[in-house]
């Protein structure tokens, strides 16, 4: 099983047929990172576990009965009478997305330690989980506990740059994470803020040899690369007409876990015997993925039906 833990949320989404941009009605849509991550994986067909704080509100029992309608282990949610926290959506003309987030004393941030089932074979970290304390240092020591354990490793990053009160600090404690990491997935906007500018395929080359088996970089239209001691592999992303690019880099990363089950690779050591055309097999499948994604509003990744056989 894959646990993901991180952030459950609520988008407010702007509703585009209205004209009126960001003043138009907002809709709540449910998402977060490593909840959509969740979501794709249950989707996918892959066995997972949803590990986080979500509010005894409304919008937390939404979260949590769509966790379980997409085949996701809730048993390690937590409940508790904090808001949910809030997301306001801004949507470019080109459906890229940007947000303003309502994080104050809101349920994710209080999520405590537990340990993770027997059959937990990875985990899967990410975004606000890794920012909003207290909960970020608690995610941060189950990182650490369960790589000395021996399970996969999986990290997103998903940076939020206004919510990050010191970039220096968070860029440095990145780096700690390195070495327990097996696999990072990181979007090319990401890449060049953790690493403050720069060549950001040089940057992923320098993070991987710090520890992470392979390091994913998501380059929007232009597709996925894969950055491996062996070298660097790049698949085109698919066209398609773009609803919006909300959980677009969450299915990324649930499609490339999802694709490692599958293969029998979900360690370290077997992502580094991964050869190109295994690369290529697994990143077209990510970019398959995406490309339902953000062919429709909101964070709806594909369910396995959806796509073609890897």
Not at 104 to 129: M, N, W, Y
Not at 178 to 201: H, Q, R, T
Not at 246 to 268: E, F, K, M, Y
Request: include cysteine.
């Amino acid at each position: 099983m894959i646990v993901i833990g991180g952030e459950a949320l609520v988008d407010l989404v702007p509703d585009p047929a209205t004209g009126e941009g960001e003043l138009g009605p907002l809709h709540p849509l449910l998402g977060g990172g490593p909840y959509n991550v969740a979501i794709a994986l249950g989707r996918l067909g892959v066995p997972a576990a949803f590990y986080a704080r979500v509010s005894t509100d409304q919008f937390g029992d939404k979260l949590v009965e769509r966790l379980r309608a997409s085949n996701v282990d809730a048993g390690l949610v937590q409940r508790g009478p904090e808001p949910t926290t809030l997301a306001v959506v801004g949507l470019g003309e080109d459906g890229s997305a940007r947000y303003s987030f309502h994080t104050e004393g809101t349920a994710t941030r209080f999520v405590t330690d537990q340990e993770l089932p027997e059959r937990t074979t990875a985990l899967c970290l990410g975004t606000l989980g890794m920012v909003l304390e207290p909960g970020a240092s608690v995610y941060e020591k189950v990182l650490f506990r369960e790589a000395e354990r021996g399970r996969f490793i999986a990290l997103d990053p998903n940076i939020r740059a206004d919510l990050i009160a010191d970039p220096d600090a968070y860029r440095a404690r990145f780096r700690t994470w390195l070495p327990s990491v097996g696999l990072l997935k990181v979007s090319d906007d990401d890449a060049e803020w953790l690493a403050g500018g720069g060549d950001v395929l040089e940057a992923a080359r320098d993070w991987q040899r710090e520890g992470p088996a392979a390091v994913v970089l998501t380059r929007g239209a232009d597709g996925l690369t894969a950055v491996t001691a062996a070298g660097d592999v790049t698949v085109p992303g698919e066209r398609v007409e773009v609803a919006d690019t909300i959980g677009a880099g969450d299915t990324v990363q649930a499609a490339l876990l999802a694709w490692l089950h599958r293969n029998g690779a979900l360690s370290a050591n077997a992502v580094r015997r991964l050869d190109r055309e295994q690369w290529e097999r697994a990143l077209r499948f990510a970019a398959a993925a995406a490309a339902v994604t953000v062919s429709r509003a909101g964070a709806e990744p594909p369910w396995a039906g959806e796509l073609t056989a890897d």
